[in-house]
């Protein structure tokens, strides 16, 4: 089991910049992956960063160019530095980590997800 506590969303004009973290219950270098996804109303949750255990790293497209996942182990946080906000970041960001369990299944644990609001 992993519990996962996202903080720092918040309001912010467009351009401006956030850092979203994400507290997890258990030491975060023992998960699979970790990863932020976000929805906006009305659409489906998409995927926006992603960091495997091994420190690699994978963004949305969209994305990449302004927004940069990191980790710091020691406190068990994942981080998302968001900059160059646009009125489409929008949404409610979540927290996503991935574990193995003990028979080698993959699971999926979210956390309750932190609302960025950017205005124009």
């Known amino acids: 089991q992993v519990q996962l506590v996202e903080s720092g969303g918040g309001l912010v004009q467009a351009g401006g910049s956030l850092r979203l973290s994400c507290t997890a219950s258990?030491?975060?270098?023992?998960?699979?992956?970790m990863g932020w996804y976000r929805q906006a109303p009305g659409n489906q949750r998409e995927w926006v960063a992603s960091?495997?255990?091994?420190?690699?790293?994978n963004y949305a497209n969209s994305m990449k160019d302004r927004f940069t996942i990191s980790r710091d182990n020691a406190k068990n946080t994942l981080y998302l530095q968001m900059n160059s906000l646009k009125p489409e970041d929008t949404a409610v960001y979540y927290c996503?980590?991935?574990?193995?369990?003990?028979?080698?299944?993959?699971?999926?644990?979210w956390g309750q997800g932190t609302q960025v609001t950017v205005s124009s």
């Open positions: 258990r030491s975060i270098s023992t998960l699979y992956a």
């Open positions: 960091m495997t255990s091994g420190s690699m790293t």
């Open positions: 996503n980590a991935q574990a193995v369990s003990g028979s080698r299944d993959l699971n999926d644990y």
